[in-house]
């Protein structure tokens, strides 16, 4: 069985790196990308993006061969090196280690057992709890919007009501900085942050607005805050259970956590459950929103557990979010959660 095994996968590596496709071919599907995505480029770019957009299709065909998962293919990011993906999209990479260094004051859930079964599947968005997608635009400020989500689903526990909160108070107003490694980090708007750094700061200063009244732009900009426009307030936050199954047991009793998690993959993703081998646990770099989890069984009928995770996207995966399977990508390594008042 084992050696079958073998066989089986040395034969996916070698389809793999066979050309799926033609030049013909690929030219026609890089005019489907240019016109779906209303692409215009100077037309000394145009062969510069289409080779990139190439190597991408082929990426992506690799990755679907050898993992055996039909979930990478053409994206909006799909004309972008890796680089520049990086770049506009995710933060600076840091390991689980140098991010809990910055961890001060927070209530530290190592543990956690639920009063009854877990269930098999769970989603808050069925709730109502949870935002519709948002849009982080080509600004690292993926922190700020997995930080909101923590806090607007704790609000709408708290007070059951579902308000909308501004990424861009963050963005503008949170410079909160602590010591690791003798060096500060801090959250610094389009260039990263941490999500509890953000409660910090939404502790300390007071609240957040809502996004009604402190609208999302895309850059860094002067701090707007307004006392008289906060949505929510916060004593504190927590650091929760990095196992997987105790983790989802705190998600269904007290809703969705802010997560890390490794995301160069995540720019080819097209939709399923992806359960890549690829991606570095140990280099974080993009913040998310754990909404609820599931199972799903691989094609050799293996039965995996996932978790359904909330993006900053836009209208990318499954309208806005992805499922990656339990364990994967350091997705489990840093959750956290507010307090909210």
């Not at 802010?258 to 993009?286: I, M, R, T």
Request: glycine residues 8%; charged residues 25%; negative net charge.
């Amino acid at each position: 069985m084992k050696v079958a095994y073998i066989l089986t996968f040395a034969l996916c590596i070698a389809f793999a790196l066979a050309a799926p496709y033609t030049d013909e071919e690929l030219k026609v599907m890089f005019e489907k990308f240019v016109r779906k995505y209303e692409r215009v480029y100077a037309d000394n770019d145009v062969d510069k993006r289409f080779g990139i957009f190439k190597e991408n299709v082929i990426k992506a065909h690799k990755y679907n061969t050898i993992s055996q998962d039909k979930v990478y293919g053409v994206t909006k990011f799909s004309d972008l090196t890796e680089q520049e993906f990086r770049s506009k999209y995710l933060m600076p990479p840091k390991t689980p280690d140098q991010m809990r260094a910055t961890i001060k004051n927070a209530e530290v859930v190592e543990s956690y057992t639920r009063n009854g079964p877990l269930p098999d599947s769970f989603d808050w968005r069925e709730k109502g709890a949870v935002t519709p997608v948002k849009n982080q635009g080509s600004c690292g400020s993926c922190w700020a919007f997995s930080a909101t989500g923590n806090l607007e689903g704790q609000n709408f526990l708290k007070h059951k009501k579902l308000v909308s909160l501004s990424e861009q108070n963050l963005v503008d107003c949170d410079h909160t900085c602590e010591t690791q490694e003798g060096q500060e980090v801090c959250d610094s708007g389009c260039n990263g942050g941490l999500m509890w750094l953000a409660f910090q700061h939404v502790q300390n200063h007071g609240g957040i607005d809502s996004e009604e009244s402190y609208a999302y732009e895309g850059y860094d900009d002067k701090c707007r805050f307004k006392n008289e426009t906060v949505a929510v307030r916060v004593s504190g936050y927590k650091m929760l259970p990095t196992k997987d199954e105790e983790l989802a047991a705190w998600l269904v009793d007290n809703g969705p956590v802010a997560v890390a998690v490794n995301a160069e993959w995540l720019q080819l993703y097209f939709g399923g459950v992806s359960n890549p081998y690829w991606c570095d646990a140990a280099s974080l770099d993009h913040g998310v929103l754990l909404v609820g989890f599931g199972k799903s069984k691989t094609i050799f009928g293996h039965e995996i557990n996932y978790w359904i995770v909330k993006n900053s996207w836009g209208d990318w995966g499954e309208k806005g979010t992805f499922r990656l399977a339990w364990g994967k990508c350091g997705i489990n390594t840093v959750p956290s959660s507010a307090i909210v008042v």
